[in-house]
């Protein structure tokens, strides 16, 4: 038996695949990427030389019972009015509109009185205004 040679071709390796491959690769990871420019600044904070003044409770709370009466932090008003809310409301947050308002309502309360309470503080233009909710185990 002889066994003739064959001429074998050259393997070539097409690169071109792999090189698109990689490029897509980095596109992907350069606009994926985010810089964050970081800057410290180094402060000295000035000192003051009296003691700190007491701040107002950070949190208000207006209650409303089942009968539809506003509590204004457990003190009890004189009259179910929107002017009357929105007078002690002005007067405990001394007009600053940045003080946040939780209201409190009793689950039987009349919709309407949950309304009124609301719409005093954004009358007097708290915005920061939460509502208090209980969950049943």
Same mark, same amino acid.
């Given at each position: 038996? =002889? @066994?003739?040679?064959?001429?074998? &071709?050259?393997?070539?390796?097409?690169?071109?695949? +792999?090189?698109?491959?990689? $490029?897509? %690769?980095?596109?992907?990871?350069?606009?994926?990427?985010?810089?964050?420019?970081?800057?410290?600044?180094?402060?000295?904070?000035?000192?003051?030389?009296?003691?700190?003044?007491?701040?107002?409770?950070?949190?208000?709370?207006?209650?409303?019972?089942?009968?539809? =009466? @506003?509590?204004?932090?457990?003190? &009890?008003?004189?009259?179910?009015?929107?002017?009357? +809310?929105?007078?002690?409301? $002005?007067? %405990?947050?001394?007009?600053?509109?940045?003080?946040?308002?939780?209201?409190?309502?009793?689950?039987?309360?009349?919709?309407?009185?949950?309304?009124?309470?609301?719409?005093?503080?954004?009358?007097?233009?708290?915005?920061?205004?939460?509502?208090?909710?209980?969950?049943?185990?």
């Amino acid at each position: 038996m =002889k @066994f003739r040679r064959r001429a074998r &071709e050259e393997l070539e390796l097409n690169l071109t695949p +792999l090189i698109d491959v990689v $490029f897509l %690769l980095l596109i992907f990871f350069m606009v994926s990427t985010t810089f964050q420019k970081e800057s410290e600044i180094s402060l000295q904070l000035p000192k003051a030389a009296e003691d700190p003044v007491e701040s107002p409770p950070e949190r208000y709370e207006v209650v409303v019972n089942a009968a539809g =009466k @506003f509590f204004i932090n457990d003190t &009890e008003l004189v009259n179910t009015d929107i002017e009357t +809310l929105r007078q002690a409301l $002005f007067d %405990l947050t001394g007009g600053q509109r940045d003080i946040p308002i939780t209201i409190r309502a009793d689950a039987q309360t009349p919709h309407q009185a949950v309304v009124t309470a609301m719409d005093a503080a954004a009358q007097l233009g708290l915005s920061r205004m939460s509502i208090a909710t209980s969950h049943s185990p």
